[in-house]
């Protein structure tokens, strides 16, 4: 099936450092959304992008839609301790069909 | 205040047993989702409903069954058939149509 391919897996960064992680897929997306989860939670959605080309700002954080459609990029800006948790990209697969999920971005702040 | 609960936040249960997981919306949300979510793994879809008195088979539904009679409701029964049934399930919720999905705090499932 349709996957979705993250990077880096996981990494230690220091508090104020900058982060950024993306999301890569073999075939063209419409819909790319940016979700975090924190231990023992259930993910939050951080960012939602439609456009190819877009760029969208929630706070510290940054994502865009890459131009061919295949990829999509997350950053964090000035890095703080409560930005741990794992980073997932998600997008449909065409159409009304449910989400595909990467495996996610685990991020961890030394402080 | 409007959200998606699960509950319990644990479950116990001795193998060879039956379980049912909870998963209750007041989004007015047309669409429920069932995710089930291993150690350095992603999520993976066990069934989906797009309303009421329907739903469909996700990549991983083997072991599980679900129903949707009312549509604040879906709730998912791990089966005694499922192999491996521990893990950490989500319930997620979304409009009709729309791509932004919307999880629950998930219950995490300890099979003895």
């Known amino acids: 099936g349709q996957q979705l391919n993250q990077s880096p897996q996981s990494m230690f960064i220091q508090e104020g450092e900058d982060v950024s992680m993306n999301c890569t897929s073999s075939?063209?997306?419409?819909?790319w959304l940016w979700y975090k989860q924190e231990p023992g939670e259930g993910p939050v959605l951080l960012i939602a992008?439609?456009?190819?080309?877009e760029l969208t700002s929630n706070g510290r954080l940054t994502a865009q839609f890459g131009i061919t459609r295949k990829d999509s990029f997350l950053n964090i800006s000035a890095s703080i301790p409560s930005d741990v948790g794992i980073y997932f990209c998600?997008?449909?697969?065409?159409?009304?069909?449910?989400?595909?999920f990467g495996k996610g971005t685990r991020l961890s702040v030394i402080a | 205040d409007g959200g998606i609960t699960q509950s319990p936040k644990y479950l116990f249960r001795k193998e060879g047993q039956n379980v049912t997981l909870s998963c209750e919306q007041n989004?007015?949300?047309?669409?429920m989702y069932w995710y089930r979510q291993d150690p350095g793994q992603g999520l993976r879809l066990i069934y989906y409903?797009?309303?009421?008195?329907?739903?469909q088979k996700g990549d991983i539904a083997e072991g599980y069954s679900v129903s949707r009679e009312k549509k604040e409701s879906f709730p998912l029964t791990v089966t005694s058939a499922q192999k491996n049934p521990t893990a950490f399930y989500l319930c997620?919720?979304?409009?009709?149509?729309?791509?932004?999905?919307?999880f629950g705090p998930g219950t995490r499932l300890t099979v003895l």
């Open positions: 992008l439609y456009k190819a080309g």
């Open positions: 989004l007015n949300h047309d669409a």
């Open positions: 997620a919720s979304s409009i009709a149509g729309a791509h932004e999905q919307f």
């Open positions: 075939s063209i997306f419409n819909t």
């Open positions: 998600a997008g449909p697969n065409s159409g009304n069909t449910p989400l595909v």
């Open positions: 409903s797009q309303i009421v008195n329907d739903f």
